[in-house]
């Protein structure tokens, strides 16, 4: 492969890297459109596959991060993976199956989800101690499985919907069910990854360079972070402005 869509993949994971990092859930949905429309990929379901798998190595990452803090709750959040793990299988043979055309402009759609749901007020009320109980199944279960089929079928983590699907069904707070959410997005994003690379739609080294941008991105967001602390919402409504802007465009295109 030519070093430039490598360079050009780099970057992108760059810049999705530092938008994950200050922003949370959404972020991610960036990375099929600059895999298709700056880098060049011209198959709509490799786009896909490969982001998905950018996404589960970063959400792992974070993961690994949250998990050290104590701020998983292991239980509730295993359900809800378990269960939309499954929809995410679901989810991706489904994609398969649609017209790359069709596929990116239901992407699109989602795109303008993620951003108005990242306009609306963040609730931090809620249980901190909150534990798994048998009840609370009935509601993870269901949930999870939903989620996980809007994951594998538009290749995303589902984080943005994720987080408020676990605080619905368990009552934890937003700091517990983002950390949490966690879980759900690696797995939602390995299992999308691996059913695009089985069917030979995942390109292996731009999915090399969007990891290795997003490394450098997320680093690179460290010290900004601390910065924006006091100006996050005019940040945040900046962001999704900027994802409605690009779902606009895909439409339109």
């Known amino acids: 492969m030519a070093i430039e869509p490598l360079l050009l993949a780099a970057l992108g994971g760059a810049l999705i890297g530092l938008l994950l990092t200050l922003f949370g859930g959404g972020g ?12 060049g990929v011209t198959d709509t379901h490799a786009a896909i596959g490969t982001s998905a798998a950018a996404v589960a190595v970063n959400a792992a990452t974070g993961l690994a991060a949250q998990a050290r803090t104590g701020r998983v709750k292991w239980p509730c959040a295993t359900i809800f993976a378990a269960a939309g793990l ?27 989800a993620i951003a108005v749901s990242m306009l609306l007020p963040k609730r ?11 009840p609370m199944m009935a509601k ?15 290749g995303i ?37 691996a059913s695009y690379a089985l069917a030979g739609q995942l390109l292996w080294p731009l999915f090399g360079a969007l990891v290795a941008g997003g490394a450098v991105g997320t ?3 460290l010290p900004l972070a601390r910065r924006l602390e006091n100006r996050v919402v005019l940040a945040r409504t900046l ?10 465009y895909i439409l339109v295109k």
């Not at 931090?124 to 048998?134: L, M, Y």
């Not at 984080?159 to 690696?186: E, Y």
């Open 28 to 39: 991610s949905v960036l990375a099929t459109p600059w895999l298709i429309y700056v880098v």
């Open 86 to 112: 499954i929809g995410a299988l679901a989810g991706a043979q489904l994609a398969k199956q649609v017209d790359g055309a069709a596929l990116l402009h239901w992407f699109a759609v989602m795109m303008i």
């Open 124 to 134: 931090s009320a809620g249980d901190p101690d909150v534990h798994f109980t048998p």
């Open 140 to 154: 993870l279960a269901p949930l999870g499985l939903l989620v996980g089929l809007a994951a594998g079928f538009f």
């Open 157 to 193: 983590g589902g984080g943005f919907l994720i987080a408020p699907g676990l605080m619905a069904s368990t009552g934890m707070t937003l700091a517990n069910a983002g950390a949490s959410s966690l879980v759900s997005v690696t797995l939602f994003g390995g299992a999308t990854s």
């Open 219 to 221: 680093a690179l967001a």
């Open 239 to 248: 962001f999704a402005v900027l994802v409605i802007a690009v779902a606009i």
